[in-house]
């Protein structure tokens, strides 16, 4: 694990130098939706005269689509066969992980029917086929980004692709290697785009708020106060009970034990930030070292509550705002969809919204439209994500070394009750034994 916590702090180093950039970001984020309402409800026809520039940003976020889910289910099928073959805890954890990323999933649909967000609003459709009323120079920089590739064969290719490579055993190695690089230029295109969502976001939300006046603002700030309030219960009633029933471990000591991580991820709207850091304080509260390496990391891709909530939320937003409310079949079809879907929604700035436009485009095209209103409160949302998606992992990691017996309670109650401090210097789990300390392994810094 020494290794492995040595690769681990590597990115987790290039996060951080990244930090002050992804805060210009952020803020510019902010300051374009303020803009952008104001503008919507100061002058309307200036707002609504805007709204090609959250066309754009959406077309190029739709151009990414299928790449993505491409690349992330055949690497997610080759990710989840290795996981099987790390034994009993790799089978339990990936079971658990789909059970639980499904239920999170199934949450956020009845959490959307309950409250109906962007209910009343009746925003245009988007219709691929019709040719907007732009200025000729709009529309030829438009024409330029390249059209949409559809989701569903996409993902069926992948999926066949995934398993044909499985079997190939070997000799699929390198074709999987060569998809992973691939990933990594795919995921490096859309961090470009996403540098410019301040402004299709100010684009999509004057032309929003121009159209509909302050009813949009009242619609975005409800559905963020859902998805933080179903979030924090998430978090406290099932996974805290969960946690509570299996491990007899209190919810809010363990979230106690992981403060500095919550506030690096809180900084940098990203739970991989703390990967690294969650290894490390796993193992110090007392979960063997194989477990964690197998929990953890496979956890990061297949475990994310947080995201899982959003995605059908979000969904069922758009479609209520553009007045074409899904019902219980289009519902339970989406549900399948983002189960599958929301593998590639890991780590990477812009995926979620990526997938979330991959889920609305394979079941009704014309809710595309909507998208651009989520691009303007998305950063907002990302926050309670991340902490969900964390908070979600830690808790697997608990349930599983108890289901194992990898788990040694004594030093959980120590650990917890505060007997035995993390070393945040060096970040290396004594357990009470001595370990060795390798130079490659360097310390990560406490502060954020």
């Not at 681990?8 to 290039?14: E, H, I, N, T, V």
């Not at 159209?211 to 219960?233: D, H, K, P, R």
């Not at 969960?242 to 007899?248: A, E, S, Y």
């Amino acid at each position: 694990m020494a290794s492995q916590r040595g690769e681990s702090a590597a990115p987790a180093k290039a996060a951080r130098k990244g930090l002050d950039k992804s805060h210009y970001l952020y803020i510019a984020v902010i300051a374009a939706v303020i803009l952008g309402a104001l503008v919507g409800l100061l002058f309307p026809e200036v707002g609504k005269s805007v709204k090609p520039l959250g066309d754009g940003f959406i077309k190029l976020i739709k151009m990414m689509i299928a790449p993505i889910i491409f690349c992330t289910i055949v690497l997610g099928i080759g990710s989840i066969a290795k996981a099987a073959t790390v034994g009993k805890v790799g089978g339990l954890a990936l079971g658990y992980f789909v059970l639980m990323s499904t239920f999170a999933l199934g949450i956020g649909l009845v959490v959307g029917n309950l409250i109906h967000p962007g209910e009343g609003l009746k925003l245009a459709a988007y219709d691929p086929n019709k040719k907007a009323e732009v200025d000729s120079t709009v529309a030829f920089l438009l024409g330029i980004i390249p059209g949409d590739i559809p989701v569903l064969p996409t993902l069926f290719a992948a999926i066949l692709v995934g398993f044909a490579l499985q079997k190939m055993g070997a000799q699929g190695a390198p074709v999987l290697k060569a998809i992973g690089h691939g990933q990594v230029v795919v995921f490096r295109i859309l961090i470009m785009i996403m540098w410019l969502a301040p402004v299709g976001a100010f684009g999509a939300i004057a032309a929003v708020v121009g159209a509909t006046g302050f009813a949009a603002i009242v619609s975005m700030f409800t559905l963020m106060a859902a998805f933080y309030i179903t979030c924090a219960l998430f978090i406290v009633v099932i996974l805290g009970g969960l946690l509570q029933v299996v491990t007899g471990v209190n919810i809010f000591k363990l979230m106690k034990y992981l403060a500095r991580e919550y506030l690096l991820i809180f900084s940098t709207s990203s739970s991989e930030a703390a990967l690294p850091r969650l290894i490390a304080k796993m193992e110090h509260l007392g979960v063997s070292k194989p477990v964690v390496g197998v929990t953890v990391p496979t956890g990061y891709s297949f475990n994310l509550d947080g995201t899982a909530i959003y995605l059908t939320m979000a969904s069922l937003f758009v479609a209520n705002a553009m007045g074409t409310p899904l019902d219980l079949g289009a519902q339970l079809s989406l549900l399948i969809f983002m189960i599958i879907a929301s593998k590639g929604a890991a780590g990477v700035t812009g995926a979620g919204l990526a997938t979330l436009a991959a889920g609305l485009q394979a079941h009704k095209p014309e809710l595309l439209g909507g998208v651009g209103m989520i691009v303007g409160i998305d950063r907002f949302m990302s926050e309670a994500r991340a902490l969900t998606n964390f908070t979600g992992n830690a808790v697997a990691t608990l349930l599983i070394g108890t289901w194992v017996k990898e788990i040694d309670n004594g030093q959980v109650g120590r650990v917890l009750s505060g007997e035995v401090p993390f070393d945040e210097e060096t970040m290396i789990a004594g357990h009470g034994e001595p370990v060795e300390r390798p130079v490659e392994a360097k310390p990560v810094p406490a502060t954020v």
